[in-house]
């Protein structure tokens, strides 16, 4: 069965950091890995998607990479701002129908 | 409007009554799911669906239902309402091995 951790469980940064949030999953036959953010009582965002054949993914101040062999993916965000204050949740698509597996997610503050 | 829309978006319910959760997609996708969130426990499949001929159990099926009316709309009952489904209930769609999207969530409160 796919297990999916998240390091830190929470993580408080000033205005300006550079970060990284890791997620390691048991399983290395994966689909696709996905990054989303969520925000307190809403749905989620989805940030990045890296397909398994590809190594890493691009948007704005966000990076993610994947390394399937090791089981690990990091998101990167850089010069984070107080707006980028969220849970950050990272879940693996499985075979069989893009089935996701989260993990139980990063809960983000960016301090002024 | 959102790709993904659920309704209701709350709604407390007491314990024993048959509750419907729906949710419509615009997204032109085959592929819908239903999950679940409970603190601390990250979010669970319940059901999936490839196509309106096609559904699955997820992970916790248990205690629960779903209708693929057409290939824009799911739904998820809640046959005999207990309080540990109290929840937070998110209907996802995707194409293939693509990108997820997700609705903004039903907050169920079973009393």
């Known amino acids: 069965k796919q297990e999916v951790t998240q390091i830190p469980a929470a993580l408080s940064v000033p205005e300006g950091e550079n970060l990284v949030l890791n997620c390691s999953f048991t399983?290395?036959?994966?689909?696709?890995l996905q990054w989303f953010r969520q925000d307190p009582g809403k749905g989620l965002t989805s940030l990045l998607l890296i397909q398994s054949s590809q190594r890493e993914q691009t948007s704005g101040r966000l990076n993610a990479s994947l390394d399937k062999s090791s089981g690990r993916s990091t998101l990167y965000i850089a010069a984070s701002q107080p707006g980028d204050s969220a849970t950050y949740l990272c879940a693996v698509g499985m075979g069989g129908g893009n089935k996701l597996t989260f993990g139980t997610g990063t809960q983000l503050k960016v301090e002024l | 409007d959102a790709d993904v829309t659920q309704t209701p978006r709350n709604r407390i319910t007491k314990t024993g009554k048959r509750i419907m959760l729906e949710c419509s997609q615009t997204k032109g996708h085959d592929r819908m799911y239903w999950y679940r969130q409970d603190p601390g426990l990250g979010l669970r499949l319940i059901y999936y669906s490839f196509d309106v001929k096609d559904i699955n159990k997820g992970e916790i099926s248990d205690g629960y239902s779903v209708s693929r009316q057409a290939q824009a709309k799911f739904s998820l009952s809640l046959e005999s309402a207990i309080p540990n489904q109290t929840a937070l209930y998110f209907c996802?769609?995707?194409?293939?091995?693509?990108?997820?999207?997700f609705g903004q969530g039903t907050r169920l409160t079973v009393v």
């Open positions: 996802a769609t995707s194409g293939g091995a693509a990108e997820a999207f």
């Open positions: 399983d290395s036959a994966i689909y696709n």
